[in-house]
């Protein structure tokens, strides 16, 4: 974009051409319009100068642009050098992993970086204020400094993650109050701390409009459930492997959080009042899980670890029962030999739970029988959900399954229950089991599909050698599909997709999908 110097130097424009007497009159404005597009070009626009616009105007254009962009475009005028000092979103990145060799030079650039930009910025109309860099503890000086630029700035999104993510302690203390402006008041409306210790009390009042507040690897000393108790306006609340607290209790004033996270925590207990929880997440050790007042709550995740996680994940908390989606995870690392068989009266079943997706990941160990035994106690946990319309399983073996002798006994009839997903299916006993009960026991069932590669899961490895899996997966899928006269699909394998309805049609023969 040319600046106004540069038209005033611009050459004079050519003189017209000399007009021809034989041309007849009306030809004048043709010749108007053909020297006018020799000039100017045909088809271009008025030509437009960003100084054109009134100064705040082209401050609020600025502002608009990444950080770096910004950056980048005060550089074409003298006029716009300082521009970017208005920039409302300043997001800095640093070195996450201490192994690295530079990454102290590294840690060291983006905090002179930051320092730089914050002591030049004009403080005005700031957004959104992030820094992901692992910062030592002898550079926690600089967080002060980051914090109170963030205050006075009146940001409204700060994320300070602060973490290496190859090293767990927290030495980096940071002061809530430092967030709150000379009145005592913050106008922060979604923070993120990682990283960090921090002493919150009762007395901290500031956080009113707070509505989002993510503690990832945050030590927490002091009176957490008092803080919250000011944060009314709070609507998510995220809680990742942090530690201090022995019980988690979420205070009833909290009358508007919809989104509850837990994860990794090392808590004993955990009671919380929502009445308008939507979205409860809980992933770690079984412990006592209180809910008050849940009438609206429509989607959980519950991932317990250790053993029958599975089976607890249905029985041991009750509050979760009015969902209608339901996530859950088990891993299998040890055997026990019987099924536990869950309640079957309405007051103990998902009666509305419609779609549900399970992770079960299983430690087994080569002809070692019932190390996978979970995968068979989802047949009972079926008999919890009689209106499930919706079930996808993924299943991933650490090693190859051993002998189940496992069975399962009365599994109910569903009625409900149309589309069924099961990956990392490689027709293991346990797997063959639980497919069977289902086959037998989906009246409506209208596609079972089954996909031998592993999803979810990293460990990909574990998907090269479905060459060789791939066709006994294929043949199972056709016997059994005439079996119980039901269609099984086989995703993932071009060459050996199976429609049992095809099957039908062709006595028994598999379609080749492309």
Not at 35 to 48: I, L, V
Request: glycine share 6%; hydrophobic share 40%; net charge negative.
């Amino acid at each position: 974009m040319a600046g106004a110097e540069e038209d005033e130097m611009a050459p004079p424009p050519p003189p017209p051409p000399p007009v021809d007497p034989q041309q007849p009159m009306e030809a004048g404005p043709a010749a108007k319009r053909s020297r006018s597009e020799h000039h100017h070009g045909a088809g271009d626009a008025p030509s437009f100068k960003m100084e054109d616009l009134p100064v705040d105007v082209q401050a609020v254009i600025m502002s608009l642009l990444p950080l770096k962009m910004a950056v980048r475009t005060s550089i074409v005028s003298e006029n716009w050098r300082m521009f970017w000092t208005f920039c409302c979103n300043l997001s800095f990145k640093g070195p996450r992993y201490l192994c690295e060799n530079d990454t102290k030079i590294q840690q060291a650039k983006c905090i002179e970086t930051v320092n730089c930009v914050i002591q030049q910025h004009s403080q005005i109309g700031i957004n959104k204020f992030s820094i992901r860099c692992g910062l030592f503890e002898e550079d926690s000086v600089h967080l002060g400094r980051w914090i109170r630029f963030a205050a006075s700035s009146k940001a409204k999104i700060i994320h300070l993650d602060l973490r290496f993510k190859d090293v767990f302690e927290e030495v980096n203390h940071l002061h809530l109050e430092a967030l709150l402006d000379a009145q005592g008041s913050s106008f922060v409306r979604s923070l993120f701390l990682g990283g960090v210790v921090i002493k919150p009390h009762s007395a901290i009042c500031g956080f009113t409009i707070l509505r989002r507040l993510v503690l990832q690897s945050v030590t927490i000393s002091g009176d957490f459930t008092g803080f919250l108790a000011n944060c009314a306006a709070l609507e998510d609340l995220e809680m990742i492997e942090c530690s201090g607290l022995t019980d988690l209790i979420i205070p009833q004033q909290l009358d508007k959080l919809q989104h509850l996270l837990i994860d990794g925590m090392e808590v004993e207990m955990v009671e919380f009042y929502a009445a308008d929880l939507s979205h409860f997440e809980y992933k770690g050790q079984v412990v006592p899980i209180v809910h008050h007042g849940c009438s609206k709550l429509e989607k959980a995740t519950i991932m317990f670890s250790g053993k029958k996680g599975l089976a607890k994940a249905f029985t041991a908390v009750p509050s979760i029962l009015p969902v209608k989606i339901l996530n859950v995870q088990s891993v299998a690392l040890s055997k026990y030999s019987q099924l536990q068989k869950l309640p079957t009266r309405p007051d103990g079943m998902f009666m509305h739970l419609r779609h549900m997706t399970c992770r079960i990941i299983v430690h087994s160990r080569p002809q070692e029988a019932n190390y996978d035994i979970e995968v068979l106690q989802m047949a009972y946990c079926l008999d919890a959900a009689p209106q499930l319309e919706t079930l996808q399983l993924n299943m991933f073996y650490m090693s190859s399954s051993g002998v189940c002798s496992a069975e399962v006994v009365g599994m109910r009839r569903h009625d409900h229950l149309k589309t069924v997903f099961m990956s990392g299916f490689r027709c293991y006993k346990a797997q063959i089991k639980l497919a069977c009960c289902i086959l037998e026991n989906a009246s409506v069932l209208e596609k079972l599909t089954i996909e031998p590669r592993i999803t979810g899961v990293r460990y990909l490895d574990d998907n090269t050698d479905l060459h060789k899996i791939l066709p006994g997966v294929c043949e199972w899928a056709q016997l059994t599909s005439e079996r119980f006269d039901k269609v099984i699909s086989v995703s993932g394998a071009p060459l050996h997709t199976m429609d049992a309805s095809s099957a039908q049609q062709d006595e028994g023969s598999l379609q080749h999908h492309h």
